[in-house]
């Protein structure tokens, strides 16, 4: 037993039951160098966790001596990919006393969950019991996606019009305390959409770079092609000279082992030939205004109630990051967009000429995950 570990976990009861809450104890700890679970820094769900799940170290029966096995299961989200988990029915649960290893005397636990229960703390509804809740609508336009400049935490909602860095305020890590209207995010985002991304000069040159680069590869394309080719008639040549040899009465093993060598060189050859792809056709000079005239039925599709919804999700889809940099007082605003998703939306399916196909673009700019790809700047709107 590690006894400076388990002096922290009596130590978070005893605050917990002397009337302090989670998030009180979670930016003490953090303010003090205590290192929390697996040594990352304390949070308020660290702390008060999940009752059901037996998540969080208000929750832990290990600390009272009980193992608790199959109290989950894990399976993966068909949607999503990623593994998440369920929990299981409480009769499939299996228990083991334990008693070497608790650290928590019985009373102060029950104590503890005398507290709970009067607080009635309900954590966030289980994602086994009502699967829509993990594909549920954002509430907000760009919720999920505004990070802090300083720390890289998330800016939630702090009342009902303010969005504020949940690091500063939950854990007290972070020193940024600087909050933004929600309402004037929004319109400075959606105002970055139009005005500088795929601004007209800056697409030209983009357009550019990008078409040299695509003919660079054509051109080490087509020299891989042809050389496969040439190699490929060589090995046949070859194989015919040695069939030759064989009717001749030449050393049998030598010649099956060149054979041999060759047909497998010849099968290699053969299955890049067979899977080498066309160079990806280029930008269409036009997409800059097409996609400006996109975003603007988009935006007017964002006042109706019939088509916000989708409106909404299009947007999201342009932006991959909003960080909220302090400068002087106020927050800059860092607008990231998905470039690939961007050029994809400003092609469109209808139209032939122009790249629609996102592959194209994962393949040639691998870092294009910001719009700081070739010919662009990220964008810094200040407030």
């Not at 029950?110 to 086994?128: F, I």
């Not at 954002?138 to 969005?163: E, N, Q, W």
């Not at 030209?204 to 990008?210: A, H, S």
Request: aromatic share 6%.
């Amino acid at each position: 037993m590690n006894q400076a570990e388990a002096d922290v976990v009596r130590r978070v009861f005893a605050d917990y039951l002397a009337g302090q809450s989670s998030r009180t104890i979670a930016m003490t700890l953090n303010r003090e160098g205590v290192s929390g679970p697996q040594g990352s820094e304390w949070g308020p769900s660290t702390i008060h966790g999940n009752p059901k799940r037996g998540i969080g170290i208000l929750n832990n029966e290990l600390y009272v001596g009980k193992l608790v096995w199959n109290r989950l299961r894990y399976i993966k989200d068909p949607d999503t990919g990623k593994r998440v988990s369920r929990l299981n029915p409480e009769s499939e649960w299996v228990l083991q006393d334990v008693p070497e290893l608790r650290i928590v005397e019985q009373e102060v636990w029950e104590a503890t969950k005398e507290r709970q229960r009067g607080l009635a703390y309900v954590p966030p509804s289980e994602t086994g019991e009502n699967t829509l809740n993990a594909r549920r609508r954002p509430k907000h336009l760009f919720a999920g996606l505004v990070r802090c400049g300083c720390c890289g935490g998330g800016y939630t909602m702090i009342s009902k019009d303010l969005l504020g860095c949940a690091t500063a305020r939950n854990k007290g890590t972070c020193d940024n305390r600087l909050n933004i209207r929600r309402d004037a995010l929004e319109k400075s985002i959606l105002t970055g959409l139009n005005t500088h991304l795929m601004a007209p000069d800056l697409f030209k040159e983009f357009c550019q770079e990008f078409t040299r680069e695509v003919n660079r590869r054509r051109i080490e394309r087509s020299t891989d092609l042809e050389s496969w080719r040439s190699e490929s008639q060589r090995i046949e040549h070859e194989l015919q000279k040695l069939l030759t040899a064989i009717k001749t009465g030449g050393p049998i093993e030598a010649i099956v082992s060149d054979m041999k060598r060759l047909e497998g060189r010849k099968a290699e050859l053969t299955e890049l030939l067979a899977n080498a792809q066309e160079p990806p056709p280029l930008l269409h000079p036009n997409m800059a205004e097409v996609y400006h005239q996109k975003i603007a039925a988009l935006y007017r599709d964002l006042q109706s109630e019939e088509t916000k919804a989708q409106a909404a999700e299009t947007f999201r889809s342009l932006v991959s990051r909003v960080d909220l940099v302090p400068e002087g007082g106020t927050l800059a605003i860092l607008l990231r967009g998905d470039l690939a998703a961007i050029l994809r939306f400003a092609a469109g399916k209808k139209n032939p000429d122009v790249l629609s196909e996102v592959g194209v673009l994962d393949d040639l700019l691998s870092q294009a995950s910001v719009v700081a790809g070739i010919g662009f700047e990220p964008m810094t709107f200040r407030l």
